[in-house]
């Protein structure tokens, strides 16, 4: 098995890990690392060790989280899940843990999507189909979010997927809908980029802290 590490870290997997089935007993056992990003795509173990970055990707997902947890809660019709959330998809042979992910209630409801029970109480991931996934760039990462997993994550069923690279100036922000020969990007009007599954539209601002740092603001409309 073909396994890609950072090279902040390093990681030891088991040998008996060789497909989807293996990696979620891994995945749910005591030996599986506590830090670090580690996902299945395509019949591989993927595996990034290293920090997060504080402004391009941390301060990122914050700005990402407060909007849209917002826009979520207003609408009551569904679930908006940040940083944390394993999702399982057995149609794309994947296992990854994304930046962000919407769950609209219809999804639960129908069995899209389905809650995985911990071994001892509670629920530790999900299996099937989020509505929308977001998965902000890093160095380790942008092969995986803007090629391979950006596959995987149409074959499971995601109907939008966001993507955000703020490591460079201008930032970039692109939304992507399902469509049926992959995803297609979203046309930008005036900066703005609509979202199917909101219903809105979004621009991601950079502003700058009293310190000088960057920091950002999701805009909606």
């Given at each position: 098995m073909a396994t890609v590490v950072s090279t902040e870290g390093s990681l030891q997997i088991p040998a008996w890990v060789t497909d989807l089935a293996s990696f979620r007993r891994w995945a749910a056992s005591d030996e599986f690392p506590e830090e670090g990003r580690i996902c299945f795509i395509n019949g591989e173990v993927w595996a990034d060790m290293s920090w997060q970055q504080v402004f391009s990707h941390v301060a990122v997902k914050n700005a990402i989280n407060v909007a849209l947890n917002k826009v979520v809660q207003q609408a009551g019709n569904g679930r908006y899940w940040p940083d944390g959330l394993r999702l399982y998809s057995e149609a794309?042979?994947?296992?990854?843990?994304?930046?962000?992910?919407?769950?609209?209630?219809?999804?639960?409801?129908?069995?899209?999507?389905?809650?995985?029970?911990?071994?001892?109480?509670?629920?530790?991931?999900?299996?099937?189909?989020?509505?929308?996934?977001?998965?902000?760039?890093?160095?380790?990462?942008?092969?995986?979010?803007?090629?391979?997993?950006?596959?995987?994550?149409?074959?499971?069923g995601v109907k939008e997927y966001w993507v955000i690279d703020a490591r460079t100036e201008p930032v970039r922000f692109d939304i992507y809908k399902a469509a049926s020969k992959g995803f297609a990007a979203t046309r930008k009007s005036a900066g703005w980029l609509k979202s199917a599954v909101f219903g809105k539209s979004f621009r991601l601002d950079v502003i700058a802290d009293p310190l000088g740092n960057p920091d950002y603001v999701l805009r909606v409309k």
């Amino acid at each position: 098995m073909a396994t890609v590490v950072s090279t902040e870290g390093s990681l030891q997997i088991p040998a008996w890990v060789t497909d989807l089935a293996s990696f979620r007993r891994w995945a749910a056992s005591d030996e599986f690392p506590e830090e670090g990003r580690i996902c299945f795509i395509n019949g591989e173990v993927w595996a990034d060790m290293s920090w997060q970055q504080v402004f391009s990707h941390v301060a990122v997902k914050n700005a990402i989280n407060v909007a849209l947890n917002k826009v979520v809660q207003q609408a009551g019709n569904g679930r908006y899940w940040p940083d944390g959330l394993r999702l399982y998809s057995e149609a794309a042979d994947l296992s990854a843990v994304p930046d962000g992910s919407y769950i609209s209630y219809n999804a639960m409801r129908t069995g899209r999507v389905r809650l995985v029970e911990g071994r001892e109480a509670g629920y530790i991931a999900v299996d099937g189909a989020p509505d929308l996934v977001i998965e902000v760039i890093s160095d380790s990462s942008e092969d995986k979010d803007y090629e391979w997993q950006m596959r995987a994550y149409l074959d499971a069923g995601v109907k939008e997927y966001w993507v955000i690279d703020a490591r460079t100036e201008p930032v970039r922000f692109d939304i992507y809908k399902a469509a049926s020969k992959g995803f297609a990007a979203t046309r930008k009007s005036a900066g703005w980029l609509k979202s199917a599954v909101f219903g809105k539209s979004f621009r991601l601002d950079v502003i700058a802290d009293p310190l000088g740092n960057p920091d950002y603001v999701l805009r909606v409309k």
